[in-house]
């Protein structure tokens, strides 16, 4: 699961967070990705 988790974590960094920063919108893009980290670790350790 450790292995699957980085490979997804990856694949984010590698290919999404390039793309949603090319138009200019730098700061939402990060803000964005932020937020969403720390919704899937709340939903994780509440379900």
């Given amino acids: 699961m450790g292995f699957a988790a980085g490979a997804m974590l990856f ?3 590698d290919e999404i967070i390039p793309e ?3 138009k200019g919108f730098e700061k939402e893009a990060t803000f964005g990705v932020m937020i969403g980290f720390i919704v899937m670790m709340i939903l994780d350790v509440t379900l």
């Fill in 20 to 22: 949603s920063h090319r």
């Fill in 11 to 13: 694949v984010i960094s």
